[in-house]
């Protein structure tokens, strides 16, 4: 099994950033594609941006030169680097893992709050 605890959120003013970061542990090597979605209240859970194992990246359009995704795979962590907040970015965030059989792993979330 695969276990995900994300931390790093809380509030920021517009502007400002904020750093993600998500510890996994367990059998880490079954795991393929990382990454970070959102969901904000009254809206689906959207993807923020993906990692491969090889380091391939994909971002939402929303956050493009705003959040950078980073992997490492010796330490099993995946971040998440968001500068330029805005309150549209106001959301929970959760740590995503997809192994090799497809399979989505899910951390609990944290919250990110851009307000002034």
């Known amino acids: 099994q695969v276990q995900m605890e994300e931390s790093g959120g809380g509030l920021v003013q517009p502007g400002g950033s904020l750093r993600l970061s998500c510890a996994v542990s367990?059998?880490?090597?079954?795991?393929?594609?990382m990454g970070w979605y959102r969901q904000a209240p009254g809206k689906q859970r959207e993807l923020v941006a993906h990692i491969t194992g090889s380091g391939n990246t994909n971002y939402a359009d929303s956050v493009k030169g705003r959040f950078t995704i980073s992997r490492d795979n010796a330490n099993n962590t995946v971040s998440l680097q968001m500068n330029t907040l805005k309150p549209e970015d106001t959301a929970v965030y959760y740590c995503?893992?997809?192994?090799?059989?497809?399979?989505?792993?899910w951390g609990r979330g944290t919250q990110v709050t851009v307000s002034s």
């Open positions: 367990g059998n880490t090597r079954s795991i393929n594609r």
């Open positions: 995503n893992a997809r192994n090799n059989w497809g399979i989505d792993i």
